[in-house]
Structure formats: C-alpha cells, structure tokens
C-alpha cells in the first residue's frame, strides 16, 4: 500500500476523520517544533533553512523517483517541481545560498507564501488523499513537505529574521511572476497545468473562478498568487504589532 500506484487501494479523501487526524499531527508537529526552537543569532535561523532546504528537496527527488516507478512519468503535472508549493524549494535555495535580491527574496517568500501555501494544502490536500490512501507515501510526503513550509514561515516570523515591510512586496511577486511565466510556457508547449493557470481543476475552489473568469483566468490567477498571499500575512504581522503596541500603551 505504501508505494502503490493511484487507484490500487481506496482513496483517504478529505474532510474525513483520517483527514482530520493527518491535520491534528502535522499542526502539533509544527507548534512543538517551533516551541522547542532555540534561536541566539540570526545565523541559527539560516542554517534551519538550509538543512530543510536539502529536506525538502531530497523529499522532491523521491517523488520524481516515484512517479516513474509507476509509469507516470511523461506527465508533466507529476513531474516538475513548478507549483505555488514547489516554490519552497527555489525559495530555500534563495535563502540559504543567495545574497543580496535574491536573499531576501527567498526569505519573503519563506516568511509569507510558504506559510499560506502550506496551511492551504494541509486544509484540503488536493493532490494526495483524494488519490491516495492515508497510508502511501505520497501521503506522508505531502504533509511533511507542507508542514515544513509552515514551521520554516513561522520561525522566520517568531524570530524577526527578516522585518517584513510592503515594499517586499515587490520581492514576493517578482518570484511568483518568474516562475508563473516558465510555467505558462512550459503549459502551452506541452498542455500541462503547472502552477494551476492555464486549465480547470475540478474539485478546487479555483475551478469557480475558472468557470466565473473564462479568457481572464489565467491573468487573475497570476495575479491573484503575486498578491494575496503576501498580503494576508503581512496584514497579520501589522495587526499582531498594532495589539502589542495597544497594550504596551493600556499599561
């Protein structure tokens, strides 16, 4: 069962109990994870990057691995690493080896879209439980991976590793923008859906704007993907500071 191929056993599904349970591991995971971070200097948060950067990507070439060990390997959709959450693994790299511009916008998408991105899929595991049973490796790769994205946003966030500000914006997007461009490309040449802007998924919530958008669905999710996720927890992190500096002053 562990290394099966899509459809050899009955799917877990999502919004079920094993669903449930697989969400409840992976978020105590995380919370105990960053609860028992120590962190003295800026370098601590580097070096966590790095190691899970080299993680994550062993993690990817497993997958790849996988996917031609059970025929699947022309389709494209399985193989390359070019979605919203395959951009921990260019953004890790970024991080932990780039300097300068393409540092810090590593560390902005580490700090903000990895957080969004990993928190999204745990919800609704769209790509593994709904074809594979809860215990297959895909399963268990899916969450490690994601929640990984989440415990590294977190402690870059919890440790002030880098100050996040609006203008990074600019870094967030640029990134998202590149990759979407490559992945457009990639799509029309070969009819694939990487990063999920040039076809419908059915069973996403995308799949309502695909219908809603027609011939604008492809610059809407683009655009959609350079913003909001930067946003919301930019927005988190300025009303966190807004409370604390509130209560600072009731005292």
Same mark, same amino acid.
């Given at each position: 069962?562990?290394?099966?191929?899509?459809?050899? @056993?009955?799917? &877990?599904?999502?919004?079920n109990i094993?669903? *449930?349970?697989?969400?409840?591991?992976?978020?105590?995971?995380?919370?105990?994870?960053?609860?028992?971070?120590?962190?003295?200097?800026?370098?601590?948060?580097?070096? %966590?990057?790095?190691?899970?950067?080299?993680?994550?990507?062993?993690?990817?070439?497993?997958?790849?691995?996988?996917?031609?060990?059970?025929?699947?390997?022309?389709?494209?959709?399985?193989?390359?690493?070019?979605? /919203? #959450?395959?951009?921990?693994? /260019?953004?890790?790299? &970024?991080?932990?080896?780039?300097?300068?511009?393409?540092?810090?916008?590593?560390?902005?998408?580490?700090?903000?879209?990895?957080?969004?991105?990993?928190? =999204?899929? %745990?919800?609704?595991?769209?790509? +593994?439980?709904?074809? @594979?049973?809860?215990?297959?490796?895909?399963?268990?790769? +899916?969450?490690?991976?994601?929640?990984?994205?989440?415990y590294i946003?977190? %402690?870059?966030?919890?440790?002030?590793?880098?100050? *996040?500000?609006? +203008?990074?914006?600019?870094? @967030?997007?640029?990134?998202?923008?590149?990759? &979407?461009?490559?992945?457009?490309? =990639?799509?029309?040449?070969?009819? +694939?859906?990487?990063?999920? %802007?040039?076809?419908?998924?059915?069973?996403?919530?995308?799949? $309502?704007? /695909?219908?809603w958008a027609?011939?604008?669905?492809?610059?809407?999710?683009?655009?959609?993907?350079? $913003? =909001?996720?930067?946003?919301?927890?930019?927005?988190?992190?300025?009303?966190?500071? #807004?409370?604390?500096?509130?209560?600072?002053?009731?005292?």
């Open positions: 069962m562990f290394l099966s191929k899509p459809g050899t @056993y009955k799917p &877990c599904g999502v919004f094993k669903h *449930l349970i697989m969400f409840l591991i992976t978020v105590i995971g995380i919370a105990v994870a960053v609860k028992h971070t120590k962190v003295k200097q800026d370098s601590d948060v580097k070096k %966590i990057i790095r190691n899970l950067t080299i993680v994550v990507w062993i993690l990817e070439i497993l997958k790849i691995i996988f996917v031609f060990s059970i025929g699947e390997g022309k389709n494209l959709n399985r193989v390359l690493p070019l979605y /919203y #959450c395959s951009l921990l693994l /260019y953004a890790g790299l &970024c991080s932990s080896v780039g300097k300068g511009v393409i540092e810090r916008m590593g560390n902005v998408f580490l700090a903000t879209g990895g957080i969004v991105g990993g928190l =999204v899929f %745990i919800i609704y595991p769209s790509t +593994s439980l709904p074809e @594979y049973p809860v215990f297959h490796f895909i399963s268990f790769h +899916s969450f490690l991976y994601h929640g990984i994205m989440i946003g977190l %402690i870059i966030n919890k440790f002030e590793y880098i100050k *996040l500000k609006m +203008s990074d914006l600019k870094y @967030y997007a640029g990134l998202i923008f590149v990759i &979407c461009v490559i992945a457009y490309i =990639v799509n029309s040449i070969f009819g +694939s859906n990487l990063m999920f %802007i040039s076809q419908d998924f059915p069973g996403m919530p995308i799949s $309502v704007l /695909y219908h027609g011939k604008l669905f492809t610059p809407l999710m683009v655009i959609i993907q350079m $913003v =909001v996720p930067f946003l919301i927890v930019y927005g988190v992190l300025k009303a966190r500071a #807004c409370t604390r500096q509130f209560k600072s002053y009731a005292k």
